[in-house]
């Protein structure tokens, strides 16, 4: 079975400054994965997506994230947070046990962006 | 275009009460899931539609919950006998295999407060 853990409830940053938002999963298939963002009161948004193709993807907004597979990982990394990035966001992966991508999503990162 | 679209967005149920949330898909997507997502947490899957199949209903945590789409295009969730352990977002998604690696698109979620 699959599973997603994102470490840190809460994050907290400057404007201007480096995002760094992690998730690591678990999958004894390879895996695609997601990166979401729900903003108060809306549905999810989808970021970016990682398809087994290149290791490193960019998203809107100016987000992307880097597939390791030796770290079970996929950080999301946005150099330089604006204060419109403040939201919830969601890692999420499809492992690909069913033909049909049902998602198992972790817990949720609260992103909090300071002037 | 239009996308995911949910009714109610809030709904407030007394305990024992039935329920109903509808989801309207994009206009031709074929798949359609719905996830529960508790406070403060990540959603969880709890079913899944083929057109008009329910082909995956896993997740449904009790037989009080009923989902169903008839007519392969919007779909109904129900929820019987109302308990309070039930107050949740639901969200619907749809999507399409042409859409590529299953790209869900997400409603704006209905709030289901149990009293």
């Known amino acids: 079975a699959q599973s997603v853990t994102q470490l840190g409830s809460h994050v907290s940053v400057s404007e201007g400054a480096l995002v760094l938002l992690r998730c690591n999963y678990s999958s004894s298939v390879p895996p695609y994965l997601f990166w979401y963002v729900q903003y108060p009161n809306q549905g999810l948004q989808l970021l970016l997506k990682y398809t087994s193709a290149a290791t490193l993807v960019k998203g809107i907004n100016g987000f992307e994230a880097e597939f390791k597979k030796s770290e079970t990982s996929f950080h999301l990394t946005k150099p330089s947070a604006h204060m419109s990035d403040a939201a919830e966001y969601f890692c999420?992966?499809?492992?690909?046990?069913?033909?049909?991508?049902?998602?198992?999503f972790g817990q949720g990162t609260i992103l909090t962006v300071h002037p | 275009g239009a996308g995911v679209s949910q009714s109610p967005r809030y709904k407030v149920a007394k305990r024992g009460q039935d329920v109903a949330l509808r989801c309207d898909p994009i206009?031709?997507?074929?798949?359609l899931f719905w996830y529960q997502q508790a406070l403060g947490q990540g959603p969880e899957f709890l079913t899944y539609?083929?057109?008009?199949?329910?082909?995956?209903k896993s997740g449904l945590p009790s037989d009080r919950f009923f989902a169903e789409r008839p007519e392969g295009s919007v779909s109904t969730l129900k929820i019987q006998r109302t308990q309070q352990e039930d107050s949740a977002v639901y969200l619907c998604?749809?999507?399409?295999?042409?859409?590529?690696?299953?790209?869900?698109?997400f409603g704006p979620g209905t709030r289901l407060t149990v009293t």
């Open positions: 206009s031709g997507h074929v798949s």
């Open positions: 999420a992966v499809d492992a690909g046990g069913t033909s049909y991508g049902k998602l198992t």
């Open positions: 539609f083929q057109n008009e199949a329910q082909l995956d």
């Open positions: 998604a749809s999507t399409s295999p042409g859409q590529g690696v299953y790209e869900q698109y």
